[in-house]
């Protein structure tokens, strides 16, 4: 039996649809113009928190994630469907991090609360058909966009379990008896070390009031640094507001477990030592645990452990459990509630996204590989969003294209380092160009139907044959 409480995922916003090239033609309305319609917007990627889930388990046997992309756009000023959105459910408590963010930067997301939901990926912006190109010096535009790429990125899903009080302790202490008995969860329950693997979540109704307890694993010392379980599920203590640490009457040493629990919960994070505690010294009712009860309560004292927080229980027998329950719900009142909310920080988006971005043409970098085949990369958002958009099926996006090069100053950045007739071009990771010193229309052109004739079409749309031929 194991708890997947991490896993790694690849998501896909959807792309968006094609722009559309039409012209209206109805046999009695002359000049009809242009009536390509724009293509439907990608599909959005979500994360939201499903209360019916309680672990990762499912993305075992699923590990990527695609969002619907748009439609393209048709004739008659035709917008193509969006894309659907896809709401990946993970259970409550869940944090997702970028797979190569550092360990300082913070999440992605993080839903706490059921319902809570977070954007991941945006979609891909519809292309826009030449209708949208129609102006009063351009009255038949002969283009139209590709569809923007959706956002994709692997993320790392982490669940930290969200209860009210996290029971801690050493392995056979009896923190698992303990759950059994104030709530109505039924976890294993054997006198052997380890017999707990996973975490587990209980609901305690008394007093007309419900209080969610998380039984976590025994831990061991150096469980901070990966010894025994501690490692794996100390992290779902630090969603729990309050703590119960339970004590082994019959152990050698209650003293120094105590001392070797509260030792690694400091060096696996600090803020888990400050954390609300009541000690429950357990199994006095086994003969001679007893004995040891007056000095650990001195200890407990002498270390800064209010009197009210420290008692003597048999989770087998129910002794003085009902009393702990209680002080463990005086605990969480006297909490504040700013305390109470700063414990999730849950990132809560139910606006749609927002598509254009404040990227600007003219923020890009040029990068030069001379070592073998001359090779230059221009990288900046906008400039290579806008290459990935342009559809180099028509000349009038070419030439778009070439304009744009020239104002936002890439083409004058290129030729001051140096760059020669015939050198590669790349615009981000997808587009390869080759340079020509000579950038009139005409060259432009003769190079562009060049392209085409070799990929077997002229322009979009035009047959194969016998067009292409002299």
């Known amino acids: 039996m194991r ?41 959005n990627v979500w994360v939201v928190a499903d209360p019916n889930l309680n672990s990762l388990s499912a993305f075992r046997r699923q590990v990527h994630y695609r969002a619907i992309p748009g439609q ?49 990926a945006v979609g891909g912006r519809g292309g826009r058909g030449n209708a949208s190109f129609k102006s ?20 790392d899903l982490e669940l930290r379990l969200v209860a009210d009080v996290g029971i801690i302790g050493v392995p ?63 992290r779902h203590c630090q969603r729990c507001r309050a703590l119960v640490h339970v004590l082994d009457g019959t152990s050698p040493d209650p003293i120094g477990d105590y001392t070797a629990i509260q030792t690694e919960l400091e060096l696996f994070n600090p803020d888990l ?24 309560r001195e200890y407990l004292l002498a270390n800064g452990v209010p009197a009210d927080c420290i008692y003597a ?20 009142d006297a909490m504040p509630e700013d305390e109470a909310a700063a414990t999730s920080g849950a990132l809560n988006i139910t606006e749609p996204p927002r598509r254009r971005s404040d990227a600007r043409m003219d923020q890009f970098a040029i990068e030069a590989d001379l070592s073998g085949p001359r090779v230059w990369t ?11 958009m342009t559809n180099w099926d028509y000349y009038e996006a070419a030439l778009r294209f070439q304009k744009v090069m020239d104002v ?24 390869e160009l080759e340079w020509a010193d000579d950038q009139s229309e005409g060259a432009l052109f003769e190079a562009w139907m060049t392209e085409r004739k070799a990929k077997g079409r002229v322009a979009q749309g035009s047959a194969r044959w016998p067009h292409i031929g002299g």
């Open 3 to 43: 708890c997947f409480d991490t896993s790694r995922i690849y998501i896909k916003a959807g792309d968006g649809g094609k722009g559309c090239v039409a012209f209206r033609r109805e046999k009695f309305v002359p000049k009809g113009g242009p009536s390509g319609g724009n293509g439907g917007d990608g599909g």
């Open 72 to 120: 393209p756009g048709g004739g008659s000023n035709r917008t193509g469907a969006e894309g659907t959105d896809l709401f990946i459910a993970v259970p409550p408590g869940t944090i997702v991090r970028d797979r190569d963010a550092g360990p300082d930067e913070p999440p992605l997301a993080e839903v706490v609360k059921a319902g809570d939901k977070a954007l991941l």
């Open 136 to 155: 009063s010096r351009t009255k038949a535009p002969q283009l139209a966009e590709n569809g923007g790429p959706g956002q994709e990125r692997w993320v």
């Open 172 to 234: 056979n202490a009896g923190k698992s008896t303990l759950l059994s008995v104030v709530s109505a969860a039924k976890p294993k329950v054997a006198d052997y070390p380890f017999t707990t693997l996973v975490p587990n979540l209980g609901v305690c109704e008394m007093d007309f009031r419900t209080t969610v307890f998380a039984d976590i694993p025994g831990l061991l010392e150096g469980a901070h640094a990966g010894v025994g379980l501690g490692h794996e599920f100390l």
């Open 273 to 296: 030592v400050n954390k609300p505690q009541v000690v429950a010294y357990n199994k006095v009712d086994v003969p001679d645990s007893s004995d040891y009860w007056e000095e650990v």
């Open 313 to 332: 229980v048999s989770a087998a027998t129910g002794r003085n459990v009902i009393d702990l329950v209680r002080q463990v719900r005086k605990v969480l």
């Open 378 to 388: 221009v990288r900046g958002e906008a400039i290579e969003r806008f290459a990935q």
């Open 408 to 431: 936002a100053g890439i083409n004058k950045a290129l030729r001051a380092k140096g760059i020669l007739e015939g050198d590669t071009v790349l615009v981000g990771e997808d587009i």
